[in-house]
């Protein structure tokens, strides 16, 4: 690959995430638990959709190849998306998605707080603007993992189920290959690696805070950077991707 | 006995005259039994109609065609769910709860929106529901700005300033499909061939078929009467679909010169009463969905209270200490 | 407390938002919440979404005392009548200028 293509590569990372993340929350609509949280959901899936757009854009524009953020979000098939596994994990109940969210949450904002400094103007420039919003994020599903692990009897067996199941997709976050190390090495990128202390500082007070226990690092799975996908990620682009698909001359 | 009619008289008339004068009605105010319960009957079903409605919009959010389209939608689904809120509470000031609405709306006995009631088949349907449920629905709303309610006013008066953006983004959709592909205009003629009479309906029966006109005008709940209100949007919407080059399904319509109006055909109330009735095509599934949802979510408001409560209590004792 | 579980709701807050510094915070509606963090970003969710505020009072319903709209007679109109309350009620020569 050259530098420009691991670029490209670079920015699909960070901005699929947001893209895939972002469907699966709307995915929530009309069902949330409370109107409020409805409205909450939302507008955690409206800034992640604006943060999709944003670096999926710049992403078309460092390949050079003429894609703009719909063409790469609704042409590129499954082991094209570089999003984590994490992300694209089923909705589950409100506590599963309230522990990815979370996991997210801090790990985004750890990345996008290093990537203030990028090299890459415009990425540091999006950094910036979605650094407010992660903020946000993070405080939301913070309080609802607390919530719910120090709620009742059933909400703590819940959030516990959760945290379990979703605990074998933490380590492909902290992840280096040949691309991320190039381009930390470029000062575009942020070094993952270095963050994870800092995250399990933030997931341990979490986790204490909640009286829920940190599971053992038992098992894990990765993928993802070399577009290896749980099943999961093809159903939801098939719904995601069936008009534009359908109807490629369309402009809608 | 006669003490207490009287006094009720006068309260009554008082109220009545302060309505007359154009007052608001304030939630302690005194106010009649008919008129309470009048106002919670309707502020519950517009909310009812609100947070229903998200659910045939809702169907199509994880399809949309466009990162700017999806951003779109959810903003404006959530601006839904944010007016079924604002209405909730105006409710609320009357000394009903949420849950004692919700549970009108799960059993049945509450109504919301016919309109929600019919699915949305291909993408013109947002576009369709846009221009046409939101234009009948804005209105409606508009009118009821000028309510005698304070609450419901103030209420409707946010509701207008945010649906705005509403009914342009469903015409814009429109628009982009009128002008697409073939495909993209058969979809456009077939979503208002399935929402125009629908639409039409949500301004309930003639005048002289509707039960609670009369009073509600007298009680200024309601400032403008279902007729006026239908041809109205019908006046308004006509030459819209004419720009979209768009057929509205209606032989009889015609411009009327000397009405300055549009004369038009008769809506099929047998489909309305039916689909009132519970037999539209989603009813169900609609009412299902939201009691799922309130049900599924017990166990999380029953966690967010129990937190509460342990932190109350531990803020005590640390107080205490 | 109620015996019954299900009967439990969240509890009602009132919403006070301050548009811009400079401007008193006013009333702007209710929501439910469980607690007073749950109240204030449920706030920030529901009452700011564009832009509407750059400050947030929540307070629980139940805590807030309202006067009786029978108290009208004996709490407002006895002022009415104290006209020497207002700068209108002055007489100033015109000749001495603005006041």
């Not at chain 2, 629905?137 to 009821?144: R, V, W």
């Not at chain 2, 456009?188 to 309930?204: C, E, K, T, V, Y």
């Not at chain 2, 009813?283 to 209270?305: F, I, P, S, Y």
């Amino acid at each position: 690959m050259t530098e420009n293509e691991m670029h490209f590569e670079y920015l699909l990372r960070l901005g699929d995430n947001c893209a895939i993340l972002g469907q699966r929350l709307a995915e929530w609509c009309g069902k949330a638990p409370v109107l409020e949280e409805e409205l909450a959901l939302m507008n955690v899936g409206l800034d992640l959709i604006g943060q999709a757009r944003l670096l999926l854009d710049h992403a078309g524009k460092v390949e050079g190849a003429g894609r703009d953020e719909d063409k790469l979000a609704f042409f590129r098939d499954t082991q094209e998306w570089r999003n984590l596994l994490l992300i694209e994990q089923p909705n589950g109940d409100f506590a599963k998605t309230m522990a990815r969210q979370m996991f997210f949450d801090c790990f985004q904002y750890l990345q996008f707080e290093a990537l203030l400094d990028s090299s890459d103007k415009t990425l540091s420039e999006i950094a910036a603007k979605s650094l407010k919003e992660i903020t946000y994020h993070r405080r939301h599903s913070t309080n609802w993992v607390i919530r719910l692990g120090d709620g009742t009897e059933e909400s703590h067996e819940k959030m516990q189920a959760a945290i379990d199941e979703l605990w074998g997709f933490v380590p492909e976050m902290f992840d280096m290959d040949e691309v991320e190390d190039a381009m930390v090495a470029a000062g575009i990128g942020a070094d993952v690696n270095a963050l994870r202390p800092r995250w399990d500082e933030m997931i341990n007070s979490i986790l204490e805070e909640a009286t829920l226990k940190r599971p053992e690092d038992t098992w894990s799975v990765r993928g993802s950077r070399v577009g290896k996908h749980s099943e999961h990620l093809g159903f939801l682009l098939a719904e995601m991707q069936f008009l534009p698909r359908a109807y490629p001359d369309a402009k809608w | 006995m006669t003490v207490i009619d009287n006094t009720n008289d006068q309260l009554e008339q008082a109220f009545q005259s302060k309505v007359d004068a154009e007052l608001k009605i304030e939630p302690k105010d005194w106010m009649p039994d008919g008129y309470r319960k009048t106002l919670v009957r309707q502020m519950s079903q517009h909310a009812h109609s609100e947070v229903v409605g998200m659910l045939p919009e809702g169907n199509w959010l994880t399809r949309a065609p466009s990162l700017k389209r999806k951003a779109i939608l959810m903003a404006k689904i959530q601006d839904e769910g944010g007016h079924g809120l604002y209405l909730y509470s105006a409710a609320e000031t009357l000394g009903v709860s949420r849950d004692e609405m919700y549970e009108q709306l799960h059993t049945g006995k509450a109504k919301y929106s016919s309109i929600f009631n019919y699915p949305t088949l291909n993408w013109a349907d947002i576009g369709a529901i846009g221009w046409l449920v939101d234009g009948a629905a804005i209105t409606n709303q508009i009118a009821l700005c000028r309510c005698s309610y304070g609450p419901y006013a103030r209420a409707m008066v946010k509701v207008c300033k945010e649906e705005s953006f509403h009914q342009r983004q469903g015409y814009e959709i429109m628009i982009n499909m009128a002008n697409g592909t073939k495909e993209q205009k058969e979809m456009a003629q077939d979503a208002i061939n399935r929402w125009w009479w629908p639409s039409l309906m949500m301004f309930g029966p003639h005048d002289k078929n509707s039960d609670h006109s009369s009073q509600s005008m007298k009680w200024k709940i309601k400032r403008t009467s279902n007729d006026e209100l239908r041809q109205r949007f019908v006046d308004a919407t006509v030459p819209q679909a004419k720009f979209l080059g768009l057929e509205v399904p209606d032989d009889k319509l015609a411009w009327n010169e000397e009405k300055q109006s549009y004369d038009w055909g008769e809506i099929d109330w047998d489909e309305f009463r039916n689909v009132v009735a519970g037999n539209g095509l989603c009813n169900r599934e609609r009412l299902q969905t939201r009691r799922d949802a309130h049900e599924g979510g017990k166990w999380v408001r029953d966690a967010a209270l129990a937190y509460a409560e342990k932190q109350k209590k531990r803020a005590a004792e640390k107080h205490a200490a | 407390m109620s015996e019954n579980k299900t009967a439990e709701e969240l509890p009602l807050y009132e919403v006070f938002i301050r548009s811009k510094n400079g401007l008193h915070h006013k009333h702007a509606g209710s929501l439910h919440a469980a607690d007073a963090e749950m109240a204030l970003t449920n706030a920030r969710d529901v009452y700011t979404r564009r832009s509407e505020g750059v400050s947030i009072w929540v307070v629980k319903a139940t805590d807030v005392i309202a006067s009786n709209p029978e108290d009208k007679g004996s709490f407002y109109e006895p002022n009415d009548d104290k006209l020497y309350r207002h700068p209108t009620f002055y007489n100033i020569p015109d000749e001495v200028g603005h006041m």
